[in-house]
C-alpha cells in the first residue's frame, strides 16, 4: 500500500459525522444543512435542454484535452471576464477542460512535485482539504499560511520566510476564500507572480467561488489578470481553476476547466492522458451553453444577496456576523468553542453547521479555524431565514 495514505487525515464531514454522533434532534424541528457548499438552486434551462439535445453523443469517447468549441468558449469567457484583451488565451495550449476540478487540483500536485525531492507545497490555512491530501500524495511536505481576521483573512505572503520559499513547488491559493470569503486584490497577486518566477514555484488558483459576488462593478479579480497586468502574456507560472458547480449550479455535471501557462498544461495533459479523467461529449456541450451565457450567474447572485441580506439582518443584533467580500460562506465567529458551538445548535435546533477548526491546523501556535463555524447559505431563501431564527435562538441561550 501507498505509505503516504497513512499520513492523510479524516475529512471535516467525516469529523463533523463523530461529533454528532448520539445526539438526538428535536423531533418537531426540520433539518436544516448549512454544513456542505452543495449549490441547490435550480440548473439552467438551456444547460438541461443541451443535455438532451446532445444525449446521442453518449456513444462517443472523448478526448482528454475536450472538443475545440468548449476549450474555444472556455477562453472566451476568460477573456471577456478578465479583461485580458482578445486573443490573450490560446484555446488550443492554454485551456483544458476538467471533469471538476476538485480532481484536477489534486492531480496538478502529482504533476509537477518531484517525489524524490524535498518539495514542500505551500497552502492557505483554513483550506480545502484537498491541497493537503494532494501535496501528501505527491510525496510533498504541506507547509501553511494562516489566513485571520487580524489580516483580513487574505495570506500575508511577506511573512513567509526565505527557505519556504527556496523549498516551494507548488502554491495553492483560494480566492475568493474558502471557507472566509476573502478575495485577494490585484496588487498582491501581482507580488506573488513575482516571488513565483524568482523563486521558480507554481501558483495554482483556485477561483471556483468567483462568480458569487455582491457588487455587479467590483468583480473579485484572478490571477491570470494579475499577470495580464504585469506583463506576463504567457502567464509562466500561473494556472487557475474554475468550475460550473457553483457559478451555475452544476455541482453533478463534474465540469471545470484549468487555464494559464502553456508548458505546464502540456505536462497536465500528459498526466491526464493516463489518469483517464475525461469529460463525457454531452457533459461537454452542455458546459459551452453554461459558459457562453451570463444571464442565468447574474441571476445566481442576486438569489445570493437577497440570502445575506435576510441572515445577516436577523444574527447581527446577536452576535457579530459579516457579509464575505464574495462565495456563499458565512465565516461566523462563535461565542464558545466551535465545535461545542456546532453541537449544542444541532442539539437544540436541528440545524448543522461545520466547526471551523475542522477546516485549519495547528500553525504557528495557532489554529486559525478555532472559534469560527462555517455556514453555506445554499438552501432555499425561507429554510435560510429559518435557519438564522433558530440560530439566533440557540445564541441568546448561550
Same mark, same amino acid.
Given at each position: ?20 454522533? $448520539? ?13 456542505? $457548499?452543495?449549490?441547490?438552486?435550480? @440548473?439552467? @434551462?438551456?444547460?438541461? =435542454? ?17 472538443? %475545440? ?24 495550449? =492554454? ?14 500536485? =502529482? ?17 480545502? =482539504? ?32 526565505? @527557505? ?115 469529460? %463525457? ?87 486559525? $479555524?478555532? $472559534? ?27
Amino acid at each position: 500500500m501507498n505509505p503516504h495514505l497513512d499520513q492523510l487525515q479524516p475529512y471535516p464531514f467525516e469529523k463533523l459525522a463523530a461529533l454528532k454522533q $448520539g445526539c438526538t434532534p428535536p423531533v418537531d424541528l426540520s433539518p436544516i444543512a448549512l454544513s456542505i $457548499g452543495e449549490p441547490k438552486h435550480d @440548473a439552467p @434551462a438551456l444547460v438541461l =435542454q443541451a443535455i438532451r439535445q446532445q444525449l446521442d453523443q453518449i456513444n462517443h469517447y472523448p478526448l482528454t484535452r475536450g472538443m %475545440p468549441e468548449l476549450r474555444q468558449a472556455i477562453a472566451d469567457w476568460l477573456q471577456q471576464r478578465f479583461a485580458l484583451g482578445a486573443d490573450a488565451i490560446d484555446a488550443d495550449s =492554454q485551456v483544458l477542460p476538467v471533469t471538476g476540478t476538485r480532481e484536477a487540483l489534486f492531480a496538478l500536485a =502529482q504533476t509537477v512535485v518531484d517525489p524524490d525531492g524535498n518539495d514542500s507545497v505551500l497552502m492557505p490555512n483554513p483550506f480545502y =482539504q484537498i491541497y493537503e491530501g494532494a501535496a501528501l500524495l505527491a510525496g510533498a511536505t504541506p507547509q501553511f499560511y494562516n489566513t485571520t481576521a487580524d489580516n483580513g483573512y487574505v495570506p500575508d505572503f511577506d511573512a513567509i520566510d526565505e @527557505a519556504s520559499w527556496q523549498r516551494c513547488k507548488l502554491l495553492y491559493l483560494c480566492t475568493p476564500g474558502n471557507p472566509t470569503g476573502a478575495v485577494i486584490d490585484q496588487a498582491q497577486l501581482m507580488a506573488l507572480i513575482d516571488k513565483a518566477q524568482r523563486y521558480d514555484f507554481i501558483i495554482a488558483s483556485d477561483e471556483c467561488y468567483s462568480e458569487i459576488y455582491f457588487d455587479e462593478s467590483r468583480p473579485p479579480p484572478g490571477l491570470l489578470q494579475a499577470a495580464r497586468a504585469c506583463g506576463n502574456d504567457a502567464f509562466a507560472h500561473c494556472v487557475v481553476f474554475h468550475s460550473l458547480s457553483k457559478r451555475s449550479n452544476l455541482p453533478g455535471l463534474r465540469s471545470g476547466f484549468v487555464a494559464g501557462d502553456a508548458e505546464v498544461l502540456k505536462r497536465f495533459l500528459l498526466y491526464r492522458t493516463y489518469h483517464g479523467c475525461a469529460m %463525457p461529449p454531452v457533459h461537454q456541450h452542455a458546459s459551452i451553453a453554461a459558459w457562453r451565457d451570463e444571464a442565468h450567474v447574474r441571476d445566481n447572485r442576486e438569489l445570493y444577496r437577497q440570502k445575506f441580506d435576510a441572515v445577516l439582518d436577523i444574527l447581527q443584533p446577536v452576535i457579530a456576523a459579516k457579509k464575505p467580500d464574495a462565495g456563499f460562506y458565512l465565516w461566523l465567529n462563535t461565542p464558545i468553542d466551535d465545535a461545542e458551538f456546532a453541537r449544542g445548535l444541532f442539539v437544540s435546533q436541528h440545524v448543522t453547521v461545520l466547526p471551523g477548526s475542522y477546516l485549519s491546523r495547528e500553525h504557528d501556535g495557532i489554529n486559525p $479555524g478555532s $472559534g469560527h463555524v462555517r455556514m453555506a447559505l445554499v438552501a432555499p431563501l425561507e429554510a435560510c431565514i429559518e435557519a438564522a431564527h433558530r440560530i439566533r435562538t440557540f445564541i441568546q441561550t448561550l
